[in-house]
T-cell receptor, first 116, second 109 residues
Framework: GAVVSQHPSWVICKSGTSVKIECRSL??????MFWYRQFPKQSLMLMAT?????????EQGVEKDKFLINHASLTLSTLTVTSAHPEDSSFYIC????????????FGPGTRLTVL | GQNIDQPTEMTATEGAIVQINCTYQ??????LFWYQQHAGEAPTFLSY??LDGLEEKGRFSSFLSRSKGYSYLLLKELQMKDSASYLC??????????WGAGTKLIIKP
């Protein structure tokens, strides 16, 4: 099956710093990538949808200036959490769709972010 | 609004059968997914239903009734490793996934 990787798997940073998370589709071209956030014991919350070469579409309540998304190629999308604060500590998961004809999303392993 | 409902938690015994229900109300329908998520890990795909009926895949089966806005995931011959959260998600008319809150399944020996 299709494989999606994320890097790093976990990161601890100080409040006020920025953190970049990478999401890569390893064996397919992802026309669309999704970024989710999951707090403990809660379901996935879609943050934004990004299509290669265009600006990301953010969900209501998600600050696009704080969560910068770049989908520079068909195999790579990055999420940068700028000026991170402790309340941004969460599990960030990306997923990728191979194309319009494919409904299945393939998930990355997730990135655990802890902001001190 | 769009809504996915599934039980918060269920408990079952090793070797038994358990059925996890999911009801949905969405703007449009392009399929229903079931995912398994172990604590601290990302979801993994279990099944996809877009037509009415039962899809069987080993110990796991998924059923869909579009007219009733209803699906269930059936797990047979439960094993301890099946302890996880099971997420129901519906793809709406905009091809966006609408997620349920998940059902935490606890397997007891």
């Amino acid at each position: 099956g299709a494989v999606v990787s994320q890097h790093p798997s976990w990161v601890i940073c100080k409040s006020g710093t920025s953190v970049k998370i990478e999401c890569r589709s390893l064996d397919f071209q992802a026309t669309t990538m999704f970024w989710y956030r999951q707090f403990p014991k809660q379901s996935l919350m879609l943050m934004a949808t990004s299509n290669e070469g265009s600006k990301a579409t953010y969900e209501q309540g998600v600050e696009k200036d704080k969560f910068l998304i770049n989908h520079a190629s068909l195999t790579l999308s990055t999420l940068t959490v700028t000026s991170a604060h402790p309340e941004d500590s969460s599990f960030y998961i990306c997923s990728a769709k191979a194309g319009a004809d494919y409904n299945e999303q393939f998930f990355g392993p997730g990135t655990r972010l802890t902001v001190l | 609004g769009q809504n996915i409902d599934q039980p918060t938690e269920m408990t079952a015994t090793e070797g038994a059968i358990v059925q996890i229900n999911c009801t949905y109300q969405t703007s449009g329908f392009n399929g229903l997914f079931w995912y398994q998520q172990h604590a601290g890990e990302a979801p993994t795909f279990l099944s996809y239903n877009v037509l009415d009926g039962l899809e069987e895949k080993g110990r796991f089966s998924s059923f869909l009734s579009r007219s009733k806005g209803y699906s269930y995931l059936l797990l047979k011959e439960l094993q301890m490793k099946d302890s996880a959260s099971y997420l129901c998600a519906v793809m709406d008319s905009n091809y966006q996934l609408i997620w349920g809150a998940g059902t935490k399944l606890i397997i007891k020996p």
